[in-house]
């Protein structure tokens, strides 16, 4: 008589119907789980960077649009209208999404754009690519300390600075402005 063993019992034997067990079932489903939970979570950070790319790209636009509105003045007036302490200096950014007109903040809630000259012959910043002084007013020398009365070359720096989901950021956009009467 054959005895029968645990392997030919029918206690052990291996699957014949090709299924899934509930603890490869459960595996799969994590699996997918973690994988949606990152899908979802990469689709809100891109929503997010469409967001504030929007915001960047109206920023540069205003600083770009306040520059060309700089140039389109009498080299003679632009300090006077937006120098220090004119009602020009600072100013709003404004845009209009599906009809509703919204404003540019600060984190203060204040005036989102600046208009900043540079006046000071022996400190123009180095972000211009001049290095030294240079000679602003055409006197001859470039140690003058305020030419803002008497410039013929005018470097400028508009800044817009504004709040997004990733906190407050700016913008500048440098120019160098020249008189057309200036020869140098």
Sequence with gaps: MKRQT????????????????????????VILVVALLGFVFGLGVSVQDVGASRLSYIAMSAARSKVEELKGYSFKQIYADFGPGSAGQAFDVTYVEEGNTYRLETSRGSTSGLVVFCVDETAIPGDYGWVGSYDLNGDGDSSDIDVGARYKILPVIVRVTWMDAYGERDVEMKSVLFDPKYPG
């Design 6 to 29: 645990r392997a030919n019992s029918g206690v052990c034997r291996p699957r014949q119907d090709g299924g899934l067990t509930m603890v490869e079932l459960m595996i799969v489903m």
